[in-house]
């Protein structure tokens, strides 16, 4: 089964509107990390925001939110305002276990966001 | 947030020789970096982890004689494709994790690099 599904391979929105981007997960670790990673056309992984399986609200980071469902297991991105520069490929990505578990990181497909003027 | 440097940014060789692909962790130590393959539009798949002073781990299905890896330091590793074949032209990125503090919970990626065997 895949760990990190990503159903939105390809997605647009205007700009300064916002948009949410899907993720679920699949684990049965009670500890486990959550995180979003940007990555640009010219290929480095920008890390935007991380949730933790025993955080209790929703992280945010600037004009990036977090939308923790921790029942049903999705973790979707929010970006509020989109601005040209998020066109981007966006990655969900799960830390499977305690914190030092980095060799357990499983990446989703990606989604590829087009912002238009 | 913490710096992870990598190089080189792009890399042409020929078929059969090797290349270097470095990471460097540039303000923090990094006992264990990660080393990825990216394959054009799809995700990044675990090659193996780099760990200081000790042999790689890696993933099953990655040959540990072709994709050598040596954690020379706290803020170096290294990773050579020995005898590249054009099946290898990919795009490599590593990763180290910020021990505790504030990054503590996350990776941080190098810039990657593309590597093209001719």
């Known amino acids: 089964a895949q760990k990190i599904t990503q159903t939105q391979p390809g997605m647009f929105v205007q700009e300064k509107e916002a948009v949410t981007l899907d993720c679920t997960y699949d684990t049965s670790d009670p500890s486990y990390g959550l995180f979003w990673y940007k990555q640009p056309s010219s290929g480095e992984m920008i890390f935007l925001i991380y949730q933790g399986s025993y955080d209790q609200q929703n992280a945010t980071e600037g004009r990036y939110s977090l939308n923790f469902q921790k029942a049903r297991k999705s973790a979707n991105l929010v970006i509020s305002a989109s601005q040209l520069g998020d066109s981007a490929m966006y990655f969900c990505a799960m830390r499977e276990g305690p914190v030092r578990n980095f060799n357990k990181f499983y990446f989703g497909s990606g989604t590829k966001l087009n912002v238009k003027p | 947030g913490a710096v992870v440097s990598q190089h080189p940014s792009w890399v042409i060789c020929k078929s059969g020789t090797s290349v270097k692909i470095e990471c460097r962790s540039l303000?923090?130590?990094?006992?264990?970096m990660f080393w990825y393959r990216q394959f054009p539009k799809q995700s990044l798949m675990l090659m193996a982890t780099?760990?200081?002073?000790?042999?790689?781990?890696?993933e099953q299905g990655v040959e540990k004689d072709k994709f050598l890896i040596n954690h020379a330091s706290l803020t170096l590793s290294t990773l050579t494709v020995t005898s590249a074949h054009p099946e290898d032209s990919s795009f490599y990125i590593c990763?180290?994790?910020?021990?505790?503090?504030?990054?503590?919970?996350?990776?941080?990626f190098g810039e990657g690099s593309w590597l093209t065997v001719v």
């Open positions: 303000d923090f130590q990094a006992t264990t």
């Open positions: 780099s760990n200081e002073g000790s042999k790689a781990t890696y």
């Open positions: 990763s180290a994790r910020v021990s505790g503090g504030e990054g503590g919970n996350t990776i941080y």
